[in-house]
């Protein structure tokens, strides 16, 4: 493992503490427990409280601002954070408009939210997103993962808090959203958990993982590396198979974000945007938005995963309205 | 039957277990899950470990909840809210039974896997540490309830216990991470099962080196 | 190699294509000879006009718009462009006031841009950077290289052609930019060239390459890895020396820039920014402004940067004006 | 001395030694360079065989002035200037003396290095294709006022070309890429160099090989 560090122990703390220092006119550290606020507490809306396991960074902190998130409680490297997190970041950011929790689909982050939830002074919902359609959603499982689309629920929930809506209204927004969007993953390599030491899995330079999450697990399937366009093309069928199976329209405006997993050069990140732009708009898709970049990220995996959002007046508007973070910023 | 410095003792047994099985439990997680379970199992013990003066002087059942309310702040991932929900269950029960029985001791402990599999919304035989506690659960309370020795029990309990981890091998995972990968996970063995077999050895192993559980001679 | 191409032939093209697709409101793209330019072509200012090897996304191209450069000319990866690209881009570009070249300081850029301009027929002017403080300037040398100091350069002098101002006030500010910044780069492993199909270096697990250009050029020195902060201490104490060197006080306002190589993680970044700025305090300098993240890569290269720009009331006003270009935005 | 339809032929003979010697090629300047070297000098060759049929048909002067033009618009990185520049400066000289003897081929030659020289800012001894294009010049130059044949003058010039590509090996290099590594460049060859060198010995073996040039037995 080669990686920028000084002792695993100190890892999250030095480099939340130079995330803080770096953006202190955006953000605020709190340790003991660890959360992330905004700068300027946000009065009279609904405080939008997101978290999970570091090694996604941008994810969450990276979205704490205007129009996005107020706070974002960081657990270690790839584990939830835990409840005293969350109800400290509440406490502090709550604005008496009551807490929604923005939530990946984990185990984890499921039960440790819930835990906080249960235990929460305020009024306070949840939106639990699960994008990834590598993992086939049936009553046998916990379900479909949380993974870039994250993001766009981010953004927009973010934006309609802003503008003053109710907790009903915020979490309806982003329950609709998580319903309109579907992503998969493809690994190239795989990740190294700074505690770990080592890769998380081995994998040859002729293999792939098709149908990664974002924490290094295995995906659906190993195969063969092949030509870009044939890997673009399965990835966006499993998408377009996944709209139809949740009876959306395979047509329509669509937002296009195309996510570097950590370790993928940006050229390679257009490269597939042109390929999953051509074939999406061929299937009958209009491209109205897009985003391309590392935005959700499995620390310093080569690989990208695909979320196309189905658009409609709503999200677009709230897509497209100011925002100030880290990660995302355009408008203002 | 069981009190606070007895406890603390299992606490440190327990540590040193799970610190000396950091090979196979790491590797475990690393395979079908996402890596983190033995650092997070570690972060977990260091914490207890770190009570220790303060866990002794407890009442047993302040002990317990103690102990679930640090594992609950300080693991995190899945298995944080599950060994925290099974301390504080076990607490919750001793405080209607004190621990004066074997059977009460079963009985408390079959209530915290009880707040695992409600916390966890899991059962047996969805390739989780589930597949560990629930047998040993049930072994502890037949065994308690047929009036069997502190040594016997012990001694059957790390065999369920065994026996349980060896279950997961060639089982589907339909709770937790795992559960993504279909048919990649069988052939291999459950992390959090591992951990709650290494954890239950450590106990047993304990209760039996422990002079004041032999049986008179 | 594992890249996500299809043909090493046509990544460049593909990639391009879906640059100017995902970003078809801010760039547009014109192939034989290959430029991006702005969509709207500003009108009488002086015309920005940079580019280089590809391989450094998003430098240059993703520095195209409002406020930064009016056109970037991409060369083969890691190759300078050829003098065709920029006569065509200064062409289409040109808006009667002139143009101003930016050109990092390689034999091979500096040659072509060289052929170029003595074939414009406009008036023209260079700006040369050259803030790569790990090459010894000397006479026997063809000098420094430019590094990630470039996107400062292409900001601030962006925002003073933004303001009307001529083509020898532009010429001045990023030659003066280009003097009071200092750059040192590390590398973790090395970078694939796609067309090469193998890593430009091998490098073992326990090393490191100080004084690493963004080519994947060999550093000025393999090292043993350490901990960051004992690795961050000597790449601050070179650019304090450099600064000496050059005879800038080791004292007052900065912009310290934490550059990704292509495959470091944010984590790190914020590591090492955190570190970084502890040192360059205790030093006397005040970090009155940060930028941390993916600004002039080396393609898939695990590595970072740390650029120090002695910041004064001019560079610090063209720095925060407004800019809106796919690497780079705010104030709009 | 030299027509357009041999220059084709120069042509391909060099495109196929630069191909035959990519291993060589992209090794040293990975070494101490950025690994480029070989595939641009595989573009820019293609590009040139690609002109084929129009090269063939225009005089000599303006077929190499078309090599130089389209070596600029080809190959990019320093090496595509300095060997457009080789050409064009060729060109220029031709235009004045007609290439009917060797001396003035070889005073094209001259030129032609001279103006890598001017656009490079660089000398012998800094460790570039120069160390091995001004060795060549010269005897060039020298061989063919002595009034060596064409059979002669190749055969050292390969020697020579040889030589000067050796030399580069202890050399610190001062210009190009390869100047920011300091004492780490020592004991590599530079690319460059190389690639001259493959060059010039396959239009040695071309002209050798080249039954007009045979002395008459
Ligand atoms: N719903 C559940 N019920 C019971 N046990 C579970 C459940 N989900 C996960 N587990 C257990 O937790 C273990 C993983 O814990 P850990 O690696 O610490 O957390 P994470 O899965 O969040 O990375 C699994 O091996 C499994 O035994
Ligand atoms: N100033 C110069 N004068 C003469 N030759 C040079 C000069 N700079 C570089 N070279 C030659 O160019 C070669 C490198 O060419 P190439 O790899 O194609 O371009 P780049 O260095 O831009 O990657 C070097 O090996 C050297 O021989
Ligand atoms: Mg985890
Ligand atoms: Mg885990
Ligand atoms: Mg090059
Ligand atoms: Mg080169």
């Known amino acids: 493992m080669k990686k920028f560090l000084n002792h695993v122990d100190h890892m999250l703390t030095e480099s939340l503490s130079g995330f803080a220092a770096a953006h202190h006119d955006l953000v605020e550290l709190q340790l003991e427990p660890t959360f992330i606020a905004r700068k300027h507490k946000a009065q009279n809306k609904v405080a939008l409280i997101s978290g999970g396991g570091s090694g996604h960074e941008p994810l969450h902190a990276g979205y704490v601002g205007k129009g996005m998130l107020d706070a974002a409680c960081p657990g270690q490297v790839f584990t939830s954070p835990t409840p005293d997190q969350m109800l400290a970041a509440a406490e502090a950011v709550h604005a008496g408009q009551g807490v929604l929790f923005i939530v990946k689909n984990y185990a984890g982050d499921v039960m440790n939210f819930e835990m906080a939830a249960e235990m929460l002074p305020f009024a306070h919902a949840t939106v639990l997103t699960a994008d990834d359609c590598a993992v086939v959603n049936s009553t046998y499982t916990t379900g479909r993962r949380g993974v870039a689309g994250t993001v766009i629920v981010e953004k927009c929930v973010g934006s309609l808090a802003e503008s003053g809506a109710d907790l009903a209204s915020c979490k309806a927004l982003g329950d609709k959203i998580n319903q309109r969007t579907s992503s998969i993953g493809v690994a190239l390599t795989s990740c190294t958990v700074p505690a770990a030491g080592r890769p998380t899995f081995d994998i040859s330079d002729s293999e792939i993982e098709m149908g990664v999450g974002i924490h290094g697990e295995p995906g659906r399937r190993r195969e063969p590396i092949r030509d870009a366009d044939a890997i673009i093309a399965d990835m966006v069928a499993a998408i377009v198979h996944d709209f139809a199976a949740k009876q959306l329209p395979t047509q329509g405006n669509i937002l296009l974000l195309v996510n570097g997993l950590g370790a993928t050069p940006l050229m390679e990140l257009y490269l597939i945007y042109n390929t999953a732009a051509k074939l999406l708009t061929a299937q009958g898709f209009q491209i109205t938005r897009s985003l391309v970049g590392n935005y959700t990220t499995a620390i310093d995996m080569a690989g990208a995963s695909l979320t196309v959002c189905l658009l409609d007046d709503e999200i677009q508007q709230h897509w497209d309205s100011p925002v100030h973070t880290v990660g995302l910023r355009w408008g203002c | ?217």
Do not use: W
Not at chain 2, 33 to 61: F, Q
């Open chain 2, 1 to 217: 039957m069981i009190n606070s410095e007895q406890l603390t003792h299992y606490v440190f047994a327990v540590r040193t277990a799970i610190l000396a099985n950091e090979a196979d439990i790491e590797c475990l997680d690393r395979d079908i899950g996402d890596g983190d379970h033995y650092i997070n199992m570690k972060r977990g013990c260091e914490a207890i470990a770190g009570l220790g003066e303060t866990l002794t002087k407890l009442p047993l059942v302040d002990a317990l909840n103690s102990i679930g309310m640090k594992l609950l702040s300080t693991i995190g991932g899945a298995s944080g809210p599950l060994f925290a929900s099974f301390f504080i269950g076990m607490s919750k029960t001793l405080k209607v039974n004190a621990p004066d029985s074997a059977m009460h001791i079963a009985a408390a402990f079959d209530a915290g896997v009880q707040a695992i599999m409600q916390r966890g919304k899991a059962q047996a035989g969805e390739k989780t540490m589930l597949d560990v506690l629930i047998p040993v659960a049930e072994q502890f309370n037949s065994l308690a309830a047929q009036g069997k020795s502190t040594q016997e029990i012990a001694v059957i309990l790390k065999q369920v216990a065994s026996e349980g981890l060896e279950s997961t091998r060639s089982m589907l995972a339909t709770k937790g991470r795992a559960s993504g990968l279909g048919e990649r996970v069988i052939g291999h063995l459950d992390a959090g099962a591992k951990s709650c077999q290494v954890m239950i050895h450590a106990v047993c192993d304990q209760v039996l080196n422990d002079p004041s559980n032999q049986p008179s001679p």
